[in-house]
């Protein structure tokens, strides 16, 4: 009856190897590395740039574990720190000719020193929180009334240019709050307006409403527009943050939206609270200007003459400098969108989106320089930078497209440049912190020791008290233990310090089950059974049980998790897994090596679950108990 | 090695009175502690700002609060963290300064009270991390370093109160659910209320002390809420099965045996967590200290009361073997002997 088929020890020879494999990552130390990211939202990471960090680096002779592309950034990893700091030099030489104006930012860091099989097969060590690590963190409020305005301030134009194209005569159109007032001074009209409205503005609800004698329409955003607008901004926002970040350098920034308007950012490794604030803070502006394209102005961009009075001089990311009018037609406020997309010859185009005063100014602009160029330029850290200068073909309105000789990642990368400019809300700082590196490396040794210690005194304690179970228990704690390391390691969920507290009192838990079960082994020994018998019962009976406990601790895990933010999401992660895995170790797993030592024996005389304590028959407690039992039967 | 040799079934219910006006008098106590001192929330829940700082020699507290009450901080806190060396400063929030200003201020001012000055100061680890930070320098030596800093706002704080109180209620209302739908509603509301007894003394606890109640200890709370509803799942598990098991035994009785029969699993159980707790309390440090106090509470009061307040309850809550063990309707008499016989 104790015997397990040879599945079931497959399976859990699989669940081994897989456990250890995956954990193994966590036994390399960090080894240095250096991090090349941009500095500029215009300039884009590829494979190119990879092999001129490679070039560079053959260069200067120093051979790298690898050089790679992961992300934003590449990453190059080395022997030791000596190598780290000359590689660095020889990249930011090759990199950045001018040290004063960076096109990329150059960064020590640390990387995995595990090989890159493991890599490969997506085993990656934990991903240790801020508290382990030490870093700063920021959680950032957005400003969604801000972002709900902007957006009711763009209706309100595009409502006047509406009603104008359309001969409806209204008495004034104005913005209250998040919400749209146009008054009239006749009801027919205000009928006429709403069946326009209607049928040409989407996400708009428009009740009627009357003031005195006046007549109104108020137009609101429907919610679900409402909360498009929301999460559109939230989006852009958490985009330009990933922007702006890389120019720390950092190896591995966190910015992740929570709950509705909030958004966290993590920033490993980094101290320098001030200057984090700046960079994150700092905003970025788009403006458009004419191109100058007269021949003073061609001289100037071949360097044969002075740049013409009122225009500067620019560089356009591909096709050199540019030379533009100082006078700006519009600025990134007015532009409410842009989106790659496919104009009418199915040619990749970005489709841009500008509010109703933009539409104006555009309009009028447009059609005084047809076959001219407009330059779209954006401005960071004070310099200015042409993003792309189409030539103008017609007249232009509220919906533009620049389209021709771009592909469909070009486009995407336009399009995402003209947005990731600004914020599309503001945000605040509501909460952040500081961890110190030293502190980090405090709290690991410190969770390390619980981890340890709690699971030394345990197993002791069970070896004395239960002897080969005992012992069979500690091995199954063990497998516990390899499994959540494992698990954790698979799903990279963020490892702090509550949660190697997790992992401490996990086994503190896990031993519960097996605990049970041998008191039940014991029992069912202690009442008579044969010991193959009381064996299998005890783990029969004792399954209910643990399975009862494990619930109501889930229960309380789950509630963590769904509630918890921060330290307490970390724990409620590895409480709840650790309470799964512990139900595959401490019963499938300890059943096979009980099935594996004592199954094949036929006549079991006696198991080495410690001394089982029968009462002596004369005992008057085992009379009673006796007589009861007989009762029952 | 056996620890628990118990001949015949132990009279805990005999006891049950006194044991539950035990239990109800410490339940009062804490919350009278609770309602008289209140709990000491960190700054996680309050809002507020926490530096914490090191010194290179043991640092004189009354002189650090002096400093930062002088920039005009009232309700300042200074603590020693760990060790004499290390000092955890505690600002609440106050209106029109902006928190992150604050603590660039008060390290600042604590640098100029120990003659030193504020440098950025750029660095790479020994295993090759650049790090760019503020020091406190003196000529010769950095009298102080800057560990941790944390500032919370005040929104974020009592939204991070309304989330543990909805967790609480979740984990309550679950328990209460699955004792009803596993057992009978007289055993959820038993260990309910004998497990909330339990977080309510805890929490009692750490108004007495005056400890601070942080997240991490909030989640402490409620794992061991889950984690000691299992001691009286396992009990009542026991009593249903003696209640099918043993006809004639009077509740009280078969209680009695439930307990019994589970006590040595329930000690070494609590024992074994126990351990690991112990551990986190001495290798953990001062961050996991109330962490690990709070479960210790818990695993003490947890075998209390799963054994005399949820059993009690139950039982003045007047369960019967009905309630528990289905009787297939018989329409013969139980006594018969014949019953039942075909011919």
Request: proline fraction near 4%; glycine fraction near 8%.
């Amino acid at each position: 009856m104790n015997r397990y088929p040879l599945w079931k020890y497959l399976i859990l020879v699989v669940a081994f190897l897989i456990g250890a494999l995956y954990s193994l990552p966590n036994l390399f130390p960090e080894a240095p590395a250096v991090q090349v990211s941009s500095s500029k939202v215009t300039v884009k990471i590829d494979d190119a740039l990879v092999d001129r960090v490679n070039g560079a680096l053959t260069a200067a002779k120093i051979t790298p574990d690898f050089v790679k592309l992961d992300g934003n950034s590449i990453k190059a990893r080395f022997g030791d720190t000596d190598t780290q700091i000359k590689a660095k030099d020889a990249i930011n030489a090759a990199l950045n000719p001018d040290p004063k104006e960076p096109t990329y930012i150059v960064a020590l860091n640390l990387l995995s020193s595990s090989p890159q099989w493991l890599t490969k097969i997506h085993a990656f060590p934990m991903y240790l929180g801020l508290d382990l690590r030490g870093g700063v963190y920021f959680l950032l409020q957005v400003d969604m009334k801000a972002a709900l305005t902007k957006k009711a301030e763009a209706l309100t134009g595009d409502v006047r240019t509406l009603l104008r194209d359309k001969n409806v005569r209204h008495a004034g159109i104005s913005r209250e709050g998040n919400t749209v007032r146009i008054a009239f001074r006749e009801a027919d009209t205000r009928k006429a307006a709403e069946d326009v409205l209607n049928a040409q503005i989407a996400d708009v609800i428009w009740t009627e409403a009357a003031d005195g004698e006046n007549l109104a329409l108020v137009g609101a955003l429907k919610p679900q527009a409402e909360k498009a607008v929301q999460d559109a901004a939230l989006k852009q926002n958490i985009t330009t943050l990933h922007n702006r970040v890389n120019e720390l350098g950092t190896s591995e920034p966190v910015i992740q939206q929570q709950g509705a308007d909030r958004i966290v950012v993590q920033l490993p490794g980094v101290q320098d609270t001030a200057r984090a604030k700046d960079i994150i803070g700092r905003t970025a502006t788009l403006e458009m200007r004419m191109v100058d394209d007269s021949a003073e102005a061609q001289a100037a961009i071949t360097g044969a003459g002075p740049v013409p009075f009122g225009d500067e001089r620019y560089m356009d990311r591909t096709y050199g400098p540019i030379i533009v009018k100082r006078q700006v037609v519009l600025t990134g406020d007015n532009l409410n969108d842009a989106q790659p997309g496919f104009d009418e010859n199915h040619q990749p185009s970005v489709n841009l989106t500008v509010d109703a005063k933009g539409a104006r100014i555009i309009k009028d602009v447009s059609r005084e320089n047809i076959g001219k160029r407009l330059a779209i330029l954006l401005f960071e850290k004070g310099k200015g930078e042409v993003v792309t200068a189409p030539r103008i073909n017609g007249e232009l309105g509220a919906n533009f497209r620049i389209s021709g000789a771009m592909g469909v990642q070009e486009a995407a990368d336009t399009a995402l440049l003209l947005r990731a400019g600004s914020l599309a809300a503001p945000m605040d700082f509501i909460a952040e912190s500081t961890i110190g590196p030293s502190l980090g490396a405090e709290n690991i040794a410190k969770g390390i020791h619980s981890v340890i210690g709690g699971f030394l005194a345990v197993a002791a304690f069970m070896c004395i008290y239960y002897m080969l179970f005992g012992l069979i228990s500690a091995l199954a704690l063990a497998f516990n233990l390899l499994l959540v390391v494992a698990v954790l390691s698979m799903l990279q969920a963020t490892l702090s310090l509550p949660g190697m507290a997790a992992i401490a009192l996990v086994l503190g838990m896990a031993i519960d089950a097996n605990v049970l079960i041998n008191e039940r082994i014991r029992e069912e020994l202690r009442g008579g059974a044969a010991p193959q018998a009381a064996i299998n019962l005890g783990y029969e009976r004792a399954f209910a049980t643990i399975l009862d406990s494990n619930v109501t601790t889930l229960i309380a895990g789950i509630a963590l998790l769904a509630f918890g933010s921060g330290p307490v999401k970390g724990f409620a992660v590895v409480h709840c897994l650790g309470i799964l895995t512990s139900m595959f170790s401490s019963v499938v797993f300890s059943r096979a090596l009980v099935n594996l030592w004592y199954g094949r024996q036929k006549k079991l005389k006696s198991v080495s679950i410690g001394q089982v304590w029968k009462p002596a028959p004369d005992a008057p407690g085992a009379a009673d108990a006796a007589a009861a039992l007989k009762e029952a039967e | 090695m056996e620890l628990f040799r118990i001949k015949r079934d132990l009279p805990f219910m005999k006891y049950a009175l006194i044991l539950n006006a035990i239990s109800f008098i410490t339940f009062a106590a804490a919350v009278f502690f609770l309602f008289t001192r209140g709990l000491h929330f960190s700054i996680e829940f309050k809002g507020g700002t926490e530096i914490q700082v090191q010194y290179a020699q043991a640092a004189d507290l009354e002189k650090t609060r002096t400093i930062v009450e002088k920039m005009g901080f009232t309700d300042v806190q200074a603590q020693n963290f760990g060790s004499a060396r290390d000092v955890v400063i505690r600002v609440p929030i106050k209106p029109g300064v902006k928190q992150s200003d604050s603590a660039a201020d008060v390290f600042a001012a604590l640098c100029t009270a120990e003659t030193g000055t504020v440098q950025q100061h750029e660095s790479v680890s020994d295993k090759g991390e650049a790090i760019s930070k503020k020091v406190c320098v003196t000529a010769s030596a950095e009298p102080l370093s800057l560990k941790s800093f944390d500032a919370v706002g005040p929104a974020v704080g009592s939204e991070l109160a309304w989330d543990g109180a909805k967790a609480m209620i979740f984990v309550v209302v679950g328990i209460v659910i699955y004792l009803a739908i596993r057992f009978e509603w007289k055993f959820g509301v038993a260990g309910i209320i004998a497990n909330l007894h339990d977080v309510v003394i805890i929490l009692g606890f750490f108004a007495f002390f005056q400890w601070e109640f942080s997240l991490t200890v909030l989640a402490a709370v409620l794992a061991v809420l889950g984690y000691s509803v299992n001691e009286s799942v396992v009990i009542f598990d026991r009593v249903r099965e003696a209640f099918r098991k043993y006809r004639k035994l009077t509740t009280p009785q078969v209680i009695d045996h439930a307990i019994t029969s589970t006590i040595s699993r329930t000690i070494i159980t609590h024992g074994c967590t126990q351990l690991v707790v112990v551990s986190m309390l001495l290798f953990g440090g001062p961050t996991l200290h109330y962490f690990a106090m709070a479960l210790t509470i818990g695993i003490c009061f947890g075998i209390y009361s799963s054994v005399f307040v949820a059993a009690a309850i139950a039982m003045w809550l007047g369960v019967k073997r009905e309630d528990l063990v289905k009787v297939p309707l018989s329409k013969d008499d139980p006594n018969d002997p014949n019953a039942g016989a075909v011919v």
